[in-house]
């Protein structure tokens, strides 16, 4: 087998999912804040998400996709083994799919309930993927740490969510839901910083394999840039968010690259924590790999996706940067 193929093939599966997570981490965030805002703000608010959160979810079927196809023996393990709650997920995306569509054409009495639907999607889909991420960064065991440190994990990747919320909105939002926007960051953004410094404190605790990487010379040394970047990113958040005359300037964006930041520092520290296993203590990549030949032959149809998914997104996003104004089908 070629080295290079199985290294590509995980490359642009780590790759979409941490796009996945940046992006469609703040339009379910937006959609968990809903139920703190008045009628005209909720619409300003799905406005700001409106024409990005569809194409934000076609990177987690890419990255999935690529996974079935490069790794087939990991994807039957994975999606077994976490087949409950990769069900609860999709179950709260379409019911956020279902909510967005139906909230704008339903009767004034129905409104609210669709309103709420999509938050409890949101929700959903969010705690849904905390537990996974939970689930398999403890290699997929059935015990009772591995459940209470998935649970943990389904409690504050919601957190990053609210984060990721609020900064998009601060960015997009006016008048009176942009000073909200600033208020609901301000009290998430402890919990969030307490949720990343424990589960930080606690991944190379409960694996061997990750300490093992972690804690030995000179790995130790080389990898100091990770934790110190993220406290930084974290830190320039707090000053923002308490720094009137920052976001006065318009700066508020800082927040968005910072957790942007943040989320891109975890995924290189998970990436080398697990690296060259797939499943840890199960599987490598080159256990699992599919035969060269379907590898070469997928790799050419990734080389064109890839790059035509990345000017969609640039350019949608490009279309519609600026201020979010009132939803309007009209």
């Excluded at 996709?65 to 087949?83: D, E, K, Q």
Aim: aromatic fraction near 14%; hydrophobic fraction near 55%.
């Amino acid at each position: 087998m070629e080295y290079w193929l199985p290294l590509f093939f995980v490359a642009v599966i780590g790759f979409s999912l941490l796009v996945y997570i940046i992006l469609d981490g703040f339009d379910l965030g937006v959609g968990m804040l809903l139920g703190f805002a008045n009628e005209d703000e909720k619409d300003q608010m799905i406005a700001s998400i409106g024409p990005f959160w569809d194409a934000n979810e076609t990177w987690i079927v890419l990255g999935v996709g690529v996974l079935l196809i490069g790794f087939p023996a990991a994807y039957g393990l994975v999606l077994t083994t976490l087949y409950l709650p990769a069900t609860l997920m999709l179950m709260g995306l379409i019911l956020r799919g279902v909510s967005f569509d139906f909230r704008a054409k339903a009767k004034t009495a129905h409104r609210t309930m669709w309103n709420r639907l999509f938050t409890v999607g949101s929700i959903v889909a969010a705690a849904s993927q905390g537990w996974m991420l939970g689930a398999y960064v403890m290699g997929l065991e059935s015990s009772l740490l591995s459940y209470a440190f998935s649970l943990g994990i389904a409690l504050a990747l919601p957190a990053l969510y609210l984060m990721l919320g609020c900064g998009w909105l601060i960015m997009k939002a006016g008048d009176t839901l942009y000073y909200k926007a600033i208020k609901w960051a301000r009290w998430t953004v402890f919990p969030m910083g307490i949720g990343i410094f424990l589960i930080s404190i606690a991944t190379p605790l409960i694996s061997e394999v990750i300490a093992d990487k972690w804690f030995t010379l000179p790995d130790i040394i080389g990898l100091l840039p990770i934790p110190i970047t993220t406290m930084i990113a974290y830190a320039v958040i707090v000053w923002v968010l308490w720094h009137e005359r920052i976001l006065e300037a318009g700066f508020g964006w800082l927040i968005f690259v910072s957790l942007i930041v943040i989320c891109l520092m975890s995924a290189i520290g998970l990436a080398y924590s697990i690296f060259p296993e797939i499943v840890i203590n199960k599987m490598t990549i080159w256990d699992t790999a599919a035969s060269t030949e379907s590898l070469r032959f997928t790799a050419v149809g990734i080389a064109i996706t890839l790059p035509m998914i990345l000017v969609y997104t640039f350019f949608i996003y490009r279309i519609f940067s600026g201020k979010a104004t009132k939803l309007s089908y009209e």
